[in-house]
């Protein structure tokens, strides 16, 4: 029978890190703390696998990772009750994660050829004589460092691509869940088992640090804010790059001419999925008001029904990082002082470990509930005048991950105005699972991409190459040039673009 721990902080025991469920404390699984060596050691085993995974070539790459992809989706079930067991998760939502990771793997493998693959350029008039090659390459060896709260989905967004550009990884997976971590390595080395393509070191933020100076050639960091100003000074002692995927306080905005029955479904879907532990979970609302009390009514009626347990079949798991729980009661607790009603939920909805929902209105708008990232099952539902005022307060914030605009007119032009990387219009979170459409923020959301095009390219870089085809009719680049060369030159860039 597995050991039961006290629930809350993972433990170190003997060198190794132990896993187990926040709210039962039963133990998942043990994993060796990796040393300072053993994280350099990793680092360069992975340079020279990366050289053999390059060797590979895109078909083969695509073949291998395409048999991951399969065999992830063939024991999908066994994933998502690992990652229920360790995190937590509601096992519904396990499998939602599981299968937007799948999607992702899927689409890096069958896309980088085409995305990073050489191609001819153009040539313009001053460079006629020649013709320009463009291929993105591999970086070499990425270190992957992941969050607790979709530890599938969130760490494959930038393995899956990184693998697929022909690069190496180690990843750190968070402390909180390293079994769900280990499990994907392990099943990537049952298609890649010749070199260690795809390695694993675990422990604490000592190891991320550990590995950000260990060599590699890039960091895509998935965490906090806070942590991902930590890895970027950690990465500037050696000039090494970083993709920072951090934290949000994402908005939906409801027009008058919403749906209201479906914007509420989506705004509890959207703010209370996974207990309300997502980077781009609803957070805030703002509602025009005729149809404010509507919207408020269908929230409260449908966040009422929500089950809340350790049941892997109940909506909302428990909260799997204590200190959590403290951030979610003094967000409430602040919010109700300073003149706030809870319509759902409220101060007594804090249950260690589990937080039920809870529906905030009347939230002054310098409230930390309105401003600052809860990460809970709470949402803060504000009445506006007009779509400006909504834009305006929305776009009042210093994240700007993702966001959701319910109504129809306007509706994309209201997208588009919104400050973040991602808007889902009527829906909310979908372009997470949407693999053609890069993923990331802007201000203390981060920087960079996963997914998509630009999610290829963000682990790869850019070649250029030239080639002469023929001599020059208008030497540029030489010394061999004459006055009367240069006489030409004027006169053919003054015909070909002058006259203005
Ligand atoms: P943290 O920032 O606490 O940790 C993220 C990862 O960084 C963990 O693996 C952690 O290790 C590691 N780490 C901690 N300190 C350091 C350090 N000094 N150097 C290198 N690595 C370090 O985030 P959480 O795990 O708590 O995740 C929740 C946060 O992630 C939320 O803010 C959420 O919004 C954000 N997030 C953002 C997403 C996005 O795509 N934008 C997606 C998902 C989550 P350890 O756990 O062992 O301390």
């Not at 039962?24 to 053993?38: K, L, N, W």
């Not at 090494?240 to 939906?252: C, N, Q, S």
């Not at 008001?289 to 966040?303: H, I, L, N, Q, S």
Request: charged share 20%; hydrophobic share 45%.
């Amino acid at each position: 029978m597995a050991a039961i721990h006290v629930p809350g902080q993972p433990v170190i025991d003997d060198g190794f890190l132990v896993s187990s469920h926040p709210a039962t404390g039963v133990e998942v699984g043990r994993f060796p703390v990796a040393s300072g060596d053993r994280t350099r050691t990793a680092t360069a085993a992975a340079r020279d696998a990366g050289r053999w995974w390059i060797g590979l070539g895109h078909a083969e790459r695509r073949r291998r990772l395409l048999r991951w992809c399969s065999l992830i989706a063939d024991r999908m079930t066994e994933l998502a009750d690992l990652v229920n067991r360790e995190g937590g998760k509601p096992v519904a939502d396990a499998v939602v994660e599981i299968a937007a990771a799948v999607e992702h793997i899927d689409w890096a493998a069958r896309n980088a050829k085409r995305v990073l693959g050489p191609r001819r350029t153009r040539t313009r008039l001053v460079t006629a004589e020649f013709s320009g090659h463009l291929e993105y390459q591999p970086l070499g060896v990425v270190a992957v460092i992941g969050p607790w709260n979709y530890p599938v989905v969130t760490p494959v967004g930038s393995i899956a691509y990184a693998l697929a550009a022909g690069n190496a990884v180690v990843f750190k997976p968070s402390e909180y869940t390293p079994a769900t971590g280990q499990w994907l390595v392990d099943t990537f080395a049952e298609v890649v088992g010749e070199r260690p393509v795809l390695q694993i070191v675990h422990g604490t933020g000592e190891v991320g640090a550990a590995l950000c100076r260990s060599g590699v050639d890039k960091v895509a960091f998935t965490g906090s804010t806070r942590t991902g100003r930590q890895v970027m000074a950690t990465c500037a002692e050696t000039l090494t790059p970083v993709l920072i995927e951090a934290g949000g306080k994402d908005a939906m905005i409801v027009d008058d001419d919403a749906d209201i029955e479906a914007a509420a479904e989506s705004c509890v879907w959207g703010s209370m999925t996974n207990a309300g532990q997502s980077c781009i979970g609803i957070e805030r609302v703002y509602v025009l008001d005729p149809v404010y009390d509507a919207f408020v009514t269908a929230v409260v009626e449908r966040a009422g029904r929500l089950t809340v347990g350790d049941d892997p079949g109940d909506h909302l798991g428990p909260i799997t990082m204590p200190g959590q729980i403290e951030v979610i009661r003094r967000h409430i607790d602040e919010a109700l002082a300073h003149g706030a009603r809870a319509v759902l939920g409220g101060a007594a909805a804090v249950r260690p470990p589990f937080v039920h929902p809870t529906v905030l209105v009347d939230v002054p708008h310098d409230c930390a509930a309105a401003r600052e990232e809860t990460f809970g099952p709470t949402v803060v539902i504000h009445r506006v005048s007009t779509i400006d005022e909504a834009l305006a307060r929305t776009n009042d914030s210093r994240y700007g991950l993702g966001g959701s605009v319910f109504g129809k007119r306007r509706a994309i032009a209201i997208a588009r105005r919104i400050h973040s990387g991602m808007v889902s219009v009527n829906s909310a979170l979908t372009f997470v699972g949407f693999s053609e459409l890069p993923f990331g923020g802007m201000g203390d959301s981060g920087f960079g991409r996963i997914h998509g095009e630009d999610g290829l390219r963000e682990f790869a870089r850019a070649k250029s190459i030239t080639q002469r085809r023929a001599p020059s009719v208008l030497p540029t680049m030489t010394f061999e040039r004459t006055a009367a060369d240069v006489a030409r030159i004027v006169k053919v860039i003054r015909l070909r673009y002058g006259r203005h």
